[in-house]
């Protein structure tokens, strides 16, 4: 008798060990891996890679720039931390935004 309790004890602890240890993966959001490579493709400052990343990840280009964030930041900001002036100038000119630098004057 003891060993059947043992024995459920033992199965009924391996169960809960095995329900609680769920995990979320990549693919289970859509389209996170193709929003990482945007994101890559940013701080790498390649203009072609940028574009295949927005291809590949099948969301409109407006739509990437309303919602998209890479390190908490828009991909306009995010470009201009990672100092790629001409990926930079690309997305301001698609994005059809213009920043304005504050300097102060005497």
């Not at 389209?31 to 291809?55: P, Q």
């Not at 306009?76 to 304005?100: D, H, V």
């Amino acid at each position: 008798m003891k060993k059947h309790i043992a024995l459920i004890t033992t199965l009924f602890a391996t169960a809960g060990l095995t329900m609680t240890s769920v995990t979320v993966s990549a693919k289970s959001i859509p389209y996170e891996a193709e929003l990482k490579k945007v994101c890559y493709a940013i701080a790498s400052g390649n203009k072609l890679k940028f574009n295949r990343a927005i291809k590949n990840s099948r969301i409109k280009f407006r739509e990437l720039n309303k919602g998209l964030l890479c390190n908490g930041q828009d991909m306009l900001t995010f470009a201009g931390n990672y100092k790629s002036p001409s990926l930079y100038a690309s997305i301001e000119r698609r994005a059809g935004t213009k920043t304005q630098t504050l300097t102060a004057k005497r």
